[in-house]
C-alpha cells in the first residue's frame, strides 16, 4: 500500500471563492484519482489525474469547475471552483500504487463545508 | 452503471455471520470491497479479479460469480469493529482502473 496525506483536512469556504485540496503519496503510484462523497453517500469518481497531461473527466464534471493538476507521480491537486452550497463534500483522492496491481487505496479526504 | 448492494443495513449480534452482496448489470473485470467507518477513509479489505481465486482471510472473505456479475462479502463470527459501511467498487475491464461504487451496506455488530 501507500501513505497518503490530504491537505486541508476541512474547510469552510463562502460561496463563489474556490478550495484547493492537495494529495501527497509516499511513493511513485502509477493512477491517482478523485472522489466525491456527499453527505451519507457513495463514492463517486470525479476525474483520473494523470501525470503530466489533463485529467479525465467522469460524466457530469468538467475542468472549469474542477481543475487538476499531477506534476510528478506523488502529487496532485484539485481545485473546486466558483463555491455553492451544494459542493459541501468531502473529496478524497486516491491511489493505485502498483504496475501490475489493481488495489486502490483512498486518502484521509478533505470535508468542504461552503456557506 | 452503479452495482446494487444488499442488503441496505444488517445489524448483528457478536458472533453472528453475515453476507453483502454486489450486482451488476454489466460485466465486471473486478470487484473491490472496502469498509468505511464514521468519519474516517474507506479502507481496502480486498480485491477479486475475472478469473482469479476466491479470497479471504480469517473471517472475513469473498467470491465473484463472474456469469451472474455478482460478488459476495462474508463476514463470519462478527466482532463489534466490523461496524461500518461496506461498499463494493466494481471495474469493467482489464487496464481500467475506475471505480463504480455502490450504495453501501451499513453494518452494526452489537454486544
Known amino acids: 500500500s501507500a501513505v497518503i496525506s490530504q491537505k486541508p483536512s476541512r474547510d469552510i469556504c463562502q460561496r463563489g471563492t474556490s478550495l484547493t485540496i492537495q494529495c501527497q503519496v509516499d511513493?511513485?503510484?502509477?493512477?491517482m484519482f478523485w472522489y466525491r462523497q456527499q453527505p451519507g453517500q457513495s463514492l463517486t469518481l470525479i476525474a483520473t489525474?494523470?501525470?503530466?497531461?489533463?485529467?479525465?473527466?467522469e460524466s457530469g464534471f468538467v475542468i472549469d469547475k474542477f481543475p487538476i493538476s499531477r506534476p510528478n507521480l506523488t502529487f496532485s491537486t484539485l481545485t473546486v471552483s466558483n463555491l455553492s452550497p451544494e459542493d459541501s463534500s468531502i473529496y478524497l483522492c486516491?491511489?493505485?500504487?502498483?504496475?501490475?496491481?489493481?488495489?486502490?487505496?483512498f486518502g484521509p479526504g478533505t470535508r468542504l463545508t461552503v456557506t | 452503471q452503479q452495482p446494487v448492494q444488499s442488503p441496505q443495513a444488517v445489524i448483528l449480534r457478536e458472533g453472528e455471520d453475515a453476507v453483502i452482496n454486489c450486482s451488476s448489470s454489466?460485466?465486471?473485470?473486478?470487484v473491490h470491497w472496502y469498509r468505511q467507518k464514521h468519519g474516517e477513509a474507506p479502507v481496502f479489505l480486498m480485491i477479486l479479479l475475472k478469473g482469479g481465486e476466491q479470497k479471504g482471510h480469517e473471517k472475513i472473505s469473498a467470491s465473484f460469480n463472474e456469469k451472474k456479475q455478482q460478488s459476495s462479502l462474508y463476514l463470519t463470527a462478527s466482532q463489534l469493529s466490523y461496524s461500518g459501511t461496506y461498499f463494493c467498487g466494481t471495474g469493467s475491464g482489464a487496464g481500467s482502473y475506475q471505480l463504480t461504487f455502490g450504495k453501501g451496506t451499513k453494518l452494526s455488530v452489537i454486544p
Open positions: 511513493s511513485q503510484v502509477t493512477m
Open positions: 486516491s491511489v493505485v500504487p502498483g504496475l501490475h496491481s489493481y488495489e486502490q487505496y
Open positions: 489525474a494523470n501525470q503530466g497531461s489533463e485529467a479525465t473527466y
Open positions: 454489466k460485466a465486471l473485470y473486478s
